[in-house]
């Protein structure tokens, strides 16, 4: 990988803040903290992008992207964090986009790509089981073949916002008989079919993003299914590897720095700022060096999966611990740098309600201590960091 600065990226940061700054609606920046922008403002910036052809971001050029390599979709994410855009729909553009474009039929493509660029469908994920979870060779919801349809019965669970979605795209096991891997097929259904359930989990920060998902006789077309019967697995594999660059969720990480860095000169212990007290500052200075390096990784993940080098899975592995790791330890400072108004859980609505006058800091504050135990899970979906690190392992005493 080359590491020499690109003349021309400096002028590629500077045409993305032109462009944010001209076609950014005000009412859609300064997202407060979240993994995820509402559907509304998810759905409008998306049309924006589109409309301007910067819809698909980490899209190729030949299947409706910009084509933009590693770096200057870095600058994009950098450059969207900092005016607090809506994430677009990780799950259509960073999962499911790329199996497509590399797997996919051309007729599924025309099906469902547009309808992605316009913001029109949102998906969800049916990977993780009851007992299948990390060990996605173990699931057990299976579709069997009945003339031009699958019936498909079974329980998906930690489906992150099944309940906002149009679409799900799902792991099934059409051969119990043969070998894990080698009996599961990529379905993609629509959520309104009869026989789908979803049942809300709510998490210990409060929030409903989770769910568990039942199919109970839900007729799925074969023309749905992605690649032949039984050859899932080499999709999922390949998803896998975008999903741990996900997982990392670079631009949450920058926001958060962001925010730090705000809180170091604005919050006070006694008379002297954050940033001025010395352990302070020497933590914010290690998270900023953590993360510059996990930006450099990213980079070399995707450089990695354009040669098809036999150490990308392994590479995407170590982004998703050091990612998440990160993520748990910023949110924790985050927190910490709050003080006393850190404990607080704000809910705006409910305040207003009663006649609450805002707490000191609420703004800012706002979205930290829900952030902050959402991210305790970060370490858990996307497969484990103990899993990760014994494919680590595996792979390098392989290679």
């Known amino acids: 990988m080359n590491f020499q600065p690109d003349a021309?990226?400096?002028?590629?940061?500077?045409?993305?803040?032109?462009?944010?700054?001209?076609?950014?609606?005000?009412?859609?920046?300064?997202?407060?903290?979240?993994?995820?922008?509402?559907?509304?403002?998810?759905?409008?910036?998306?049309?924006?992008?589109?409309?301007?052809?910067?819809?698909?971001?980490?899209?190729?050029?030949?299947?409706?992207?910009?084509?933009?390599?590693?770096?200057q979709l870095q600058v994009f994410d950098e450059e969207c964090a900092a005016l607090g855009a809506?994430?677009?729909?990780?799950?259509?553009?960073?999962?499911?986009?790329?199996?497509?474009?590399?797997?996919?039929?051309s007729e599924q493509r025309?099906?469902?790509?547009?309808?992605?660029?316009?913001?029109?469908?949102?998906?969800?994920?049916?990977?993780?089981?009851?007992?299948?979870?990390?060990?996605?060779a173990s699931l057990r919801t299976q579709a069997v073949r009945d003339g031009d349809y699958y019936v498909v019965n079974g329980q998906k669970t930690?489906?992150?916002?099944?309940?906002?979605?149009?679409?799900?795209?799902?792991?099934?096991?059409t051969?119990?008989?043969?070998?894990?891997?080698?009996?599961?097929?990529?379905?993609?259904?629509?959520?309104?079919?009869?026989?789908?359930?979803?049942?809300?989990?709510?998490?210990?920060?409060?929030?409903?993003?989770?769910?568990?998902?039942?199919?109970?006789?839900?007729?799925?077309?074969?023309?749905?299914?992605?690649g032949a019967e039984?050859?899932?697995?080499?999709?999922?594999?390949?998803?896998?590897?975008?999903?741990?660059?996900?997982?990392?969720d670079l631009p949450s990480l920058l926001r958060y720095m962001q925010v730090l860095k705000r809180l170091a000169t604005s919050q006070f212990v006694g008379s002297v700022a954050l940033a001025q007290r010395p352990e302070f500052a020497l933590r914010l200075a290690q998270m900023e060096g953590e993360l510059r390096a996990l930006e450099v990784m990213v980079h070399r993940v995707a450089e990695l999966e354009r040669e098809q080098s036999p150490v990308t899975h392994v590479m995407g592995s170590?982004?998703?611990?050091r990612g998440t790791d990160l993520q748990q330890r910023m949110t924790g400072l985050l927190v910490e740098s709050l003080g006393d108004y850190g404990a607080v859980a704000y809910l705006p609505?409910?305040?207003?309600?009663?006649?609450?006058?805002?707490?000191p800091w609420q703004q800012m504050a706002q979205g930290i201590a829900t952030e902050m135990f959402f991210r305790r899970a970060s370490t858990i979906y996307g497969g484990t960091s103990e899993v990760q690190r014994g494919i680590v392992a595996k792979l390098m005493f392989q290679l």
């Open 8 to 71: 021309g990226l400096q002028a590629f940061r500077a045409e993305v803040r032109a462009f944010l700054l001209e076609y950014l609606p005000a009412s859609l920046r300064g997202q407060t903290l979240g993994v995820r922008s509402s559907c509304d403002a998810m759905a409008r910036w998306q049309r924006i992008l589109n409309d301007h052809g910067w819809g698909a971001p980490s899209w190729t050029s030949e299947h409706g992207g910009t084509g933009w390599d590693a770096a």
């Open 86 to 105: 809506p994430k677009q729909d990780v799950f259509a553009h960073r999962l499911l986009g790329p199996v497509m474009n590399a797997f996919a039929s």
């Open 110 to 136: 025309a099906e469902h790509m547009p309808a992605i660029l316009r913001g029109e469908r949102f998906w969800c994920q049916g990977f993780s089981e009851p007992g299948a979870g990390s060990d996605l």
């Open 158 to 173: 930690w489906t992150s916002y099944a309940h906002e979605a149009d679409w799900i795209f799902l792991l099934v096991r």
């Open 175 to 226: 051969d119990p008989a043969a070998k894990k891997q080698a009996g599961i097929s990529f379905l993609l259904v629509d959520m309104k079919t009869p026989g789908i359930t979803v049942r809300p989990i709510i998490t210990i920060d409060g929030c409903h993003h989770l769910n568990e998902t039942y199919f109970d006789n839900v007729r799925v077309p074969v023309g749905n299914r992605i």
């Open 230 to 248: 039984g050859d899932g697995w080499k999709a999922t594999k390949f998803l896998l590897n975008n999903e741990h660059a996900a997982t990392a």
């Open 318 to 321: 170590l982004l998703k611990i």
């Open 349 to 359: 609505a409910h305040d207003h309600a009663v006649g609450m006058e805002p707490l």
